[in-house]
């Protein structure tokens, strides 16, 4: 069977509780969460765009990750809301296979990303002098288009891969979304080759971007730990915590979900861990960045500011 290119010409998705009245209240978290996602990455992309003291590689490296985590989440969320309505939650099989496909390009980018960001700030926290001539607005651009453009290639293979596979008379997938787990426990081919491949690439993207994280922010916190006031300690770190905060909750549940040598997850579980790194995570990044962020903060209640001045004149 393998190798075959399925027939089966739409999915449909089990999603969540079949209760009628859970189903209306999960549309409404997720609503509201997914408006909230939308707006706080919208008005970080904004501040970023319209003040010039965030013209700044940190900051541009967060538009960046705002940008990426609204196209990320309404990968999954829109269908998602749509199919807690509907009486018959169906995806096509291209519809399923491009949701996959960007799933996994957006995912993938955002571990190069957030690596990009923890480079960055070892530059600016343990190499000051330095980090001016080594981060240019060049080296900026290559980092960033670099993790966008890679993050398309690691995409490709796996949807190709899942794309191939044949899928018997039951197309019901147990899963909110089309998902590598779910549609390789739907197969009936051989998947042996496929989740092996995608095993391998998983584990060498979220761990190599893991590691360099980790390497960064174990220098970083050496480095703050020579800084002689209690203060100065303070201010270093807070610039670099609500990153920390972003990738360990990132890292923890994709590694958990993706870096297995099977999928065989409960479904249950599955959907839960889903959950934080689709809906939750992309919530999160504008409020960690925003909330915890001076230099972010005092952008934005400039902004206010103006604004407020220009209706009153």
Not at 137 to 142: D, F, G, L, V
Request: proline share 4%.
């Amino acid at each position: 069977m393998e190798g075959q290119i399925s027939t089966v010409l739409e999915f449909r998705l089990l999603g969540f509780s079949g209760n009628p009245q859970h189903q209306i209240l999960l549309f409404i978290v997720f609503l509201v969460i997914y408006i909230l996602t939308i707006l706080g990455n919208f008005i970080i992309i904004s501040v970023v765009t319209l003040e010039p003291q965030l013209h700044l590689p940190m900051y541009k490296f967060l538009k960046n990750l705002s940008f990426l985590e609204v196209c990320y989440t309404s990968t999954i969320v829109p269908k998602m809301l749509a199919n807690l309505l509907a009486e018959r939650k169906s995806i096509s099989f291209s519809g399923c296979m491009a949701q996959l496909f960007y799933f996994i390009t957006l995912g993938a980018t955002e571990c190069y990303l957030l690596a990009a960001m923890a480079y960055d700030r070892y530059l600016a926290v343990c190499e000051p002098l330095h980090y001016i001539v080594t981060m240019t607005a060049e080296s900026y651009t290559r980092l960033a288009v670099g993790s966008w453009i890679t993050g398309v290639f690691t995409g490709f293979l796996p949807c190709l891969m899942v794309s191939r596979l044949h899928f018997c008379s039951c197309n019901l997938i147990d899963h909110f979304f089309c998902d590598i787990s779910p549609l390789l426990k739907l197969s009936c081919s051989d998947t042996t080759v496929t989740e092996a491949v995608i095993f391998i690439l998983s584990l060498l993207v979220l761990s190599s971007c893991f590691l360099l994280i980790l390497v960064s922010y174990l220098l970083i916190i050496l480095s703050i730990l020579k800084i002689p006031s209690t203060s100065g300690k303070r201010l270093t770190f807070s610039t670099c915590s609500s990153h920390l905060m972003v990738v360990t909750i990132y890292y923890g549940t994709m590694i958990s979900m993706y870096v297995r040598p099977t999928y065989r997850l409960s479904s249950e579980l599955s959907k839960a861990v889903s959950v934080l790194y689709t809906v939750v995570t992309p919530l999160l990044n504008p409020v960690i960045y925003g909330l915890r962020n001076k230099g972010f903060k005092e952008a934005l209640e400039k902004i206010v500011i103006r604004h407020h001045r220009l209706r009153d004149y």
